[in-house]
């Protein structure tokens, strides 16, 4: 097995690889990487049919590398080093400092990437850095497509073209004025009880959040129309009406804004995502293993 075959397979599968070497179990590696077990167990099987040998040993204690699987997944730790390496290589021999190019959806583009490109520039100080911001995932995607960016903020449902891996989970929140009299918890009459405040027709979330109510048989209509987040949420504190919303999106909430779940639960899942196949350069590469770690590290802190 040769590292230029390493090299050729996706970063994600030598991710998975990596997660359950270091875990010990197919489980804890799909609690490290986000991932269900099932997705952790095809990722290796299908890796194992690829190149023609078996990686672990399965049993009843977890997953152990075969003599190997140890070999292999010490080259995968070699392979997704180098992604980290190569843009201080390139800086000492002269070449041309490449481009990150991102494009995000305006509230991810607030509250994700900040903290994640302030490492990676303390990282890589010389790589330049380009942000397209937009109002919705449509704009993100025809990005991506039309190569004005290598990577895409987004959230599912994501379009076939696109490979994603999830980064969070946004939950759609409710805001009510505040002199709002609610029953705790809220149901689906007190809500439709206010006028709405949403966005034109054709936006995603709100078609997301539509669907979700017609699920259970309501209906919600909005009695004003709006593109800004930031004016939505501002006309719900002077009592216009709720909205519902993206918690992200909704950020910064107003004091004294009311801020519910919805009566049924309901997360828009934010991805990072790149066109399907593409040879991903490795400061695009090393930029998404920071935004992956970043997202495991939250959901660590929260979930621990």
């Not at 809500?191 to 979330?205: E, K, R, V």
């Amino acid at each position: 097995m040769g590292q230029d075959r390493l090299g050729q397979l996706k970063p994600s599968q030598l991710r998975v690889l990596i997660a359950v070497a270091d875990g010990g179990s197919f489980s804890e590696a799909a609690l490290q990487l986000q991932l269900s077990q099932s997705a952790v167990s095809y990722a290796i099987a299908t890796l194992e049919e690829d190149l023609g040998v078996v990686l672990f040993s399965r049993g009843r204690y977890g997953a152990v590398s075969t003599p190997v699987g140890q070999q292999i997944v010490e080259r995968a730790r070699h392979v997704l080093h180098l992604a980290y390496i190569y843009p201080l290589s390139i800086l000492a021999t002269g070449v041309a400092v490449p481009q990150l190019r991102i494009a995000a959806f305006r509230s991810a583009a607030t509250h994700i990437l900040p903290e994640v490109i302030a490492q990676y520039c303390q990282r890589y100080p010389a790589i330049a850095i380009t942000i397209a911001e937009y109002d919705d995932r449509p704009d993100v995607e025809a990005d991506l497509r039309k190569g004005k960016a290598d990577v895409g903020i987004t959230y599912l449902p994501h379009a076939p073209d696109l490979e994603a891996s999830e980064l969070t989970r946004d939950e759609f929140v409710v805001l009510f004025p505040p002199d709002a009299k609610l029953p705790k918890p809220l149901t689906w009459e007190a809500l439709t009880s206010y006028p709405l405040i949403m966005a034109p027709d054709g936006d995603s979330c709100d078609a997301m959040v539509i669907h979700h109510g017609r699920q259970y048989n309501v209906e919600l209509k909005p009695t004003y129309q709006i593109r800004s987040d930031a004016t939505i949420v501002n006309m719900v504190a002077k009592g216009l009406g709720a909205a519902i919303s993206p918690r992200l999106a909704a950020e910064p909430i107003p004091a004294g804004v009311q801020v519910y779940s919805l009566p049924d639960p309901f997360y828009r899942i934010i991805c990072v995502a790149t066109l399907a196949e593409a040879l991903l350069p490795p400061p695009v590469f090393a930029f998404m293993e920071m935004l992956k770690d970043a997202a495991i590290q939250e959901y660590l802190a929260v979930n621990t």
